[in-house]
């Protein structure tokens, strides 16, 4: 499986935006789905976005539709999730997730336990009101 490592995150104002970063290794990039999951304190873990193998087809969940943007560069082994007109109720710790099976599959993946996906070890982005 790939290893991920995700960066970027930190404390920002409502309205502002963050990009994350999640770096990939160990592993042939292009082969995996890509995905973002986020999990606010006390909640369970929640599907942000995805993006097959080469980036031309994404998903997103309700709340971040329009806000937030998924993509990837294969050539850099590196996907990204652009997030714009953060809110407050964005705070989370956001995981990066890669699956070989596809972003289908991912994209209904609940549990950071699935042992068939690679996970980042996350990162906290807090947003102020």
């Known amino acids: 499986q790939v290893q991920l490592v995700e960066s970027g995150g930190g404390l920002v104002q409502a309205g502002g935006s963050l990009r994350l970063s999640c770096a990939a290794s160990?592993?042939?990039?292009?082969?995996?789905?890509m995905g973002w999951f986020r999990q606010a304190p006390g909640k369970d873990l929640e599907f942000v976005a995805v993006?097959?193998?080469?980036?031309?087809?994404?998903y997103y969940a309700d709340p971040v539709k329009g806000r937030f943007t998924i993509s990837r560069d294969n050539a850099k082994n590196t996907g990204y999730l652009q997030m714009n007109s953060l809110k407050p109720e964005d705070t989370a710790v956001y995981f990066c997730?890669?699956?070989?099976?596809?972003?289908?599959?991912?994209?209904?993946?609940?549990?950071?336990?699935?042992?068939?996906?690679?996970w980042g070890q996350g990162t906290l982005v807090t947003v102020s009101s």
């Open positions: 997730a890669a699956d070989g099976r596809g972003l289908h599959t991912l994209k209904l993946v609940t549990s950071t336990t699935d042992s068939s996906v690679s």
């Open positions: 160990g592993g042939i990039f292009e082969m995996y789905a």
């Open positions: 993006t097959n193998w080469s980036g031309e087809t994404s």
